[in-house]
């Protein structure tokens, strides 16, 4: 318990802190360059604080210079910042809950520094949010996109929704998939305290976009869901789920 109360110390001080020099920064420019090291330093001293050790595989699939749309499984509040701690990607940003932009100083600056709030449940808003992604990725930004919309409060991984593989189709980026292994194990949804160790990101084999036809999104998902599960459960891994077949996002990209 008393690992769990420091990360949370360390949590909040550093949210407070990293939230707030971002918004300094983004006050002469949403787009600067020095918000991503902030970003960064946030996400890595909270995983210190957790102990929890990070492991790339298959980083060299991420080319430095590439914008993408990267897909990743979501277990558990970790994710994020195990993701920003793993890749080397400058401008990521991430589509969250709108909940989260309503937070003081840190919610904050998530709006000041290109972080997208998409609110599931009210279509209109979500069809907004997916503009908007539209947009970022226009100005330069690699988004974040987790299809299950929601943690997976078990090892499987919950239907994938088209939203992220319409936005890739409009946009003609690549999407990559990303496993996060472990986090489940160490913070998983209602877990009331955190198991040091080593969580594993694995990077699928990017997947193409461009010449495609929207009318692939089902076939995109498909492929990278497949990925994402080979890379958490092994190559024998097999489902029968792809993308639910209603999505707010077909309004929107």
């Not at 599931?120 to 226009?138: G, Y």
């Not at 998983?188 to 036809?213: D, L, N, Q």
Request: charged share 25%.
């Amino acid at each position: 318990m008393l690992r769990t109360a420091w990360l949370v110390v360390v949590a909040v001080a550093m949210s407070i802190l990293c939230g707030g020099t971002v918004l300094i920064i983004a006050t002469f420019s949403s787009t600067s360059p020095l918000i991503d090291p902030v970003i960064r330093f946030w996400a890595r001293t909270i995983l210190r604080a957790g102990g929890i050790r990070i492991v790339t595989e298959g980083g060299q699939r991420i080319q430095a210079g590439q914008r993408y749309v990267l897909v990743s499984n979501h277990y558990s509040y970790l994710d994020i910042p195990c993701l920003y701690a793993a890749l080397p990607q400058q401008s990521i940003r991430f589509m969250a809950k709108v909940s989260l932009f309503k937070l003081p100083i840190f919610g904050w600056a998530l709006g000041r520094s290109g972080f997208i709030p998409i609110d599931r449940k009210n279509r209109r808003t979500a069809v907004k949010s997916f503009d908007l992604a539209a947009e970022r990725i226009r100005k330069g930004n690699t988004i974040v996109v987790f299809p299950e919309e929601g943690r997976s409060r078990s090892r499987e991984m919950r239907p994938f929704q088209r939203g992220g593989f319409l936005l890739a189709l409009k946009s003609g980026l690549p999407i990559a998939p990303l496993a996060i292994d472990s986090t489940f194990d160490h913070f998983p949804v209602g877990a009331k305290r955190i198991k040091p160790g080593t969580v594993t990101i694995r990077v699928g084999e990017p997947i193409p976009t461009k010449g495609r036809s929207v009318r692939e999104k089902q076939k995109l998902a498909a492929e990278a869901r497949e990925q994402i599960g080979s890379m958490l459960f092994g190559a024998g891994w097999r489902s029968d789920e792809t993308a639910t077949e209603t999505d707010a996002a077909d309004e929107a990209v």
